[in-house]
């Protein structure tokens, strides 16, 4: 009788012990709880440096797709340059890197959303030279 006791108390302790691990437990990026921590944009772009979004002081926003329907599209963070595409290096554009049948291509990180481009909080992400394209970002806020 009394293992079965001692079997019952130990069930009980350790329920609530991983009751108590759990609940703080958490995965980096901590993403907003209490709204919708999504966010996507699209368009076209209206000018030689478009702003795509500011990010709101309190959050930053994590970029996991980019897509442009040029080749020439320059990527900025502010007046920061982070990603610069050329003839052949152009990994947001959506066509090329789709690929086809004879030509078959899996992708970028961007294009794929796996990216993983940080707006900082209060900062701005910017497509510059891209000839009125149209664009598609999406993503999520983090806590900085």
């Given at each position: 009788?009394w293992?079965?006791?001692?079997?019952?108390?130990a069930?009980?302790?350790?329920?609530?012990?991983?009751?108590?691990?759990?609940?703080?437990?958490?995965?980096?990026?901590?993403?907003?709880?209490?709204?919708?921590?999504?966010?996507?944009?699209?368009?076209?772009?209206?000018?030689?440096?478009?702003?795509v979004?500011?990010?709101?002081?309190?959050?930053?926003?994590?970029?996991?797709?980019?897509?442009?329907?040029?080749?020439?599209?320059?990527?900025?963070?502010?007046s920061?340059?982070?990603?610069?595409?050329?003839?052949?290096?152009?990994?947001?554009?959506?066509?090329?890197?789709?690929?086809?049948?004879?030509?078959p291509?899996?992708?970028?990180?961007?294009?794929?959303?796996?990216?993983?481009?940080?707006?900082?909080?209060?900062?701005?992400?910017?497509?510059?030279?891209?000839?009125?394209?149209?664009?598609?970002?999406?993503?999520?806020?983090?806590?900085?």
């Amino acid at each position: 009788m009394w293992k079965n006791i001692l079997a019952f108390a130990a069930l009980i302790l350790s329920v609530g012990v991983s009751a108590q691990l759990i609940s703080g437990a958490y995965a980096e990026p901590r993403t907003s709880l209490g709204s919708n921590p999504a966010g996507s944009f699209g368009g076209n772009l209206t000018s030689n440096a478009h702003t795509v979004l500011t990010a709101p002081s309190d959050q930053a926003f994590l970029v996991k797709t980019l897509l442009t329907a040029e080749s020439s599209c320059n990527i900025y963070i502010d007046s920061t340059l982070y990603l610069s595409q050329s003839a052949y290096f152009v990994p947001t554009r959506a066509w090329f890197n789709a690929g086809s049948h004879d030509n078959p291509n899996v992708g970028s990180a961007f294009t794929q959303g796996r990216a993983n481009l940080l707006v900082p909080a209060g900062s701005s992400l910017v497509i510059h030279d891209c000839n009125a394209a149209a664009y598609y970002v999406d993503g999520y806020y983090v806590h900085p």
